[in-house]
């Protein structure tokens, strides 16, 4: 059977000596992988293809030439894919092997050099250690830096975690303290930019230039004023032993590339001769960087398995163009194998998946043939409105959960976190057990709580009913109005003013708040003006119809509460906040401010209760409802499938406006509706909010519309 070199034409034939893995279940083209010659191999293995089997028969094969005597390094991205492989390694086919094979993730590989080579290293896994760390450790530094000194006297919450951030990105990005000058700084922008990452560092600069850190956005202008500072950082946290979790491959990395330029490499029992890299799709610079340093050193070959129509992670710095062109990442030839049996997906799943993605330029053509010869039930709902939608997958939900089929699980898989909130609030209110992944839990935000407070102020505004909160609540919503809160002194100031009105409603601390002269917003404030804006936005609030309306006027007329990339570094909330859906669901509460409330309540209460995904023994993961955003899919499948708001400018995101975003959205549907193994639901409504839909162009390219 034929397989091809990257960029080198065909390959040479497959060894003619016998081979000891007869007793495995091998298809061809597995075979063709595990039998392949020595070398460096690129594995493509889509989705239910068998990829973790024959990973570990190529080791077993590679151990029968070497007469029991190799050695493999397989690197994971996931504890969860490590254990899976340890597991696998103890089944009697692989006994004799377990011991020779290295299965670890790349940050715990990363750790044990860091220990090996640094005296007591500390690693700053927490938020509040790596605030410390910029606070303290990095206070000498960021002092010689007169911009970034003052942004952190203004804002130090919010800049100490910024910096942190900055630190790190740099490094997954593939930027190089130890290197001269602006010339490699300058390099990583241009690969940065072949990859089609330059968006990710453009975002940091806009970010920095937000904060008041950087006098413009240009490249040019980043890289004078923050690589320094970035490497003054990087030297101070290694003299210091202080090490963040990207610090497990960055500075393992550098103390790897020390050892080659030493001439120490390792020899005997302690050499790898093959290293292998499961989800190699997954990987960004730092990972290619300490990858290709680790198969330098023990001077092995290198096998990178993975799925080029799977590359979903280019939001933290992965990209296609790894699996994609190896050859010009490792400088060397890469024969390539393709696992064509799909053994996991229903029929008709892998066709429309297959008709959908070879729309995309990006990747390698590939032939993937269904095995299972079912089909899976495909439906797809078409609601005049969101709400219809919201119920018909309620109706599934209920239907899925009365069924009681042991070990059965229903994923609802959304593109963007909001569209998922109606669902966890109509679920906690019917008590209907279901578990939602760690990034959902916009309800246990602090904004999320403080738009909670709003409509309960708005509520007792209605009703008449004089809080004993009623300043604070007033304050609040003054905090509110504009994108961040009062200052000190002039919350102080404006407290004072309405104290002294005594005012005994919500309507006169308002009028109290029109008549305040004093300075709010670093506004001098002598006409009033901006007391009154203050004021007429809280009115609206008030003046809404109804639940509904409090939601929309709370989305359209107060900045604090908006979509702020910036600020989604502090708060999950304002990422993507939840207006538009959560009005949409409010409008069955009618003006029932209260029951609406306590509905929030009860699901912001099972959310506290949820384990993180990391924490996936937990009984809690076995609950037959699945709530999650695509991204968090990927690696999962479930018996049935709910896709929600398959529409234009959600599906593929209305951003996505270049045809490497589009392709990467594409990628991502792909993914989402090739999690199902018996059921498929796509939902699609004609209306959400006041905006009219039409079907996502993915359903017809997939050939579901």
């Not at 991205?77 to 094979?101: M, N, Q, W």
Request: charged share 30%.
């Amino acid at each position: 059977m034929a397989h091809e070199i990257d960029g080198h034409g065909p390959g040479p034939a497959l060894m003619p000596e016998a081979s000891d893995v007869g007793r495995a279940q091998l298809d061809p083209f597995q075979r063709a992988f595990v039998e392949a010659p020595a070398g460096s191999l690129r594995l493509l293995a889509p989705a239910g293809s068998g990829k973790t089997q024959s990973l570990l028969w190529r080791c077993a094969e590679l151990s029968r030439r070497a007469d029991g005597k190799g050695r493999f390094l397989v690197v994971t991205f996931t504890r969860a894919a490590r254990d899976e492989l340890r597991a696998r390694l103890k089944a009697d086919d692989f006994g004799a092997l377990a011991s020779s094979v290295d299965v670890v993730t790349l940050n715990s590989w990363g750790w044990r050099r860091v220990r090996a080579n640094h005296h007591s290293p500390r690693l700053l896994a927490g938020e509040y250690e790596r605030r410390q760390l910029v606070q303290n450790t990095l206070q000498p530094v960021w002092k010689a830096y007169p911009a970034i000194a003052a942004a952190i006297a203004s804002r130090p919450f919010v800049i100490d975690k910024v910096l942190s951030g900055l630190i790190d990105d740099l490094k997954s990005l593939g930027f190089d303290h130890e290197a001269e000058g602006f010339g490699q700084a300058n390099d990583r922008i241009d690969d940065l930019m072949r990859l089609g990452l330059l968006a990710r560092l453009e975002a940091i600069v806009d970010r920095l230039h937000e904060l008041k850190i950087l006098e413009d956005t240009r490249l040019e202008t980043f890289l004078e004023a923050v690589i320094p500072f970035w490497k003054e950082c990087c030297r101070t946290m290694l003299d210091q032993a202080m090490f963040t979790m990207e610090d497990q491959k960055y500075v393992a990395f550098l103390d790897v590339r020390r050892q080659i330029a030493e001439g120490r490499r390792p020899t005997g029992g302690s050499r790898y001769g093959q290293v292998l890299v499961d989800e190699f799709q997954d990987i960004n610079p730092l990972d290619l960087a300490l990858t290709r340093a680790i198969v330098e050193l023990h001077v092995a070959d290198v096998t990178l398995v993975g799925d080029d129509d799977q590359a979903i992670f280019e939001w933290r710095g992965a990209s296609p163009h790894y699996i994609l062109k190896p050859h010009e990442h490792f400088e060397r030839a890469f024969a390539t194998y393709v696992l064509e049996r799909n053994y996991r997906c229903p029929r008709n799943i892998v066709a429309a998946s297959q008709r959908l993605i070879v729309n995309n330029t990006r990747r390698e053509p590939k032939r993937v043939v269904a095995m299972q010869t079912v089909d899976a039930e495909i439906d797809v709902f078409n609601a005049p409105t969101f709400t219809g939608s919201l119920d018909a997958v309620m109706a599934e939900v209920r239907a899925f959960v009365a069924a009681q089929r042991p070990g059965a699980r229903l994923a609802i898989l959304s593109r963007k976190r909001a569209q998922l909130i109606p669902y966890q609030v109509m679920m906690a209110r019917e008590n209907i057990p279901f578990c939602a992944a760690e990034d959902l839990q916009v309800f246990l935000s602090h904004s999320f709580d403080k738009l909670r407070h709003a409509l309960q102020a708005c509520a007792f505004a209605r009703a008449s009913f004089r809080s004993p909160t009623l300043l604070d609540d007033v304050l609040g919503l003054c905090d509110l109005v504009k994108r961040w809160p009062l200052k000190r002194a002039e919350r102080d100031g404006l407290r004072r003013h309405l104290a002294a009105a005594k005012p005994k409603s919500y309507a006169e601390a308002l009028d109290a708040l029109a008549d305040h002269r004093g300075p709010l917003k670093g506004v001098v404030n002598e006409d009033g003006g901006a007391s009154l804006s203050f004021a007429e936005a809280i009115r609206r609030l008030f003046a809404a119809a109804d639940v509904r309306g409090a939601i929309v006027a709370l989305g359209a007329g107060f900045d604090g509460l908006d979509q702020d990339y910036g600020k989604s570094q502090e708060d999950i909330f304002h990422a993507d906040p939840p207006f538009l859906y959560l009005a949409e669901y409010a409008e069955r509460y009618g003006d029932d401010f209260q029951t609406f409330l306590d509905d929030l309540e009860a699901a912001r209460e099972t959310l506290a209760r949820l384990p993180g995904e990391e924490d996936d023994a937990d009984e809690t993961w076995r609950r037959p409802i699945h709530l999650m955003t695509a991204l968090r899919a990927k690696g999962k499948e479930f018996d049935t499938v709910v896709m929600l708001d398959v529409v234009d400018g959600v599906w593929p995101l209305r951003r996505a406006a270049s045809l490497e975003a589009r392709e990467a959205e594409r990628r991502l549907f792909y993914v989402a509706m090739t999690r199902a193994k018996r059921r498929l639901v796509l939902t699609s409504s004609g209306r959400i909010g006041d905006e009219p839909a039409i079907p996502s162009p993915f359903l017809g390219e997939a050939g579901l519309g």
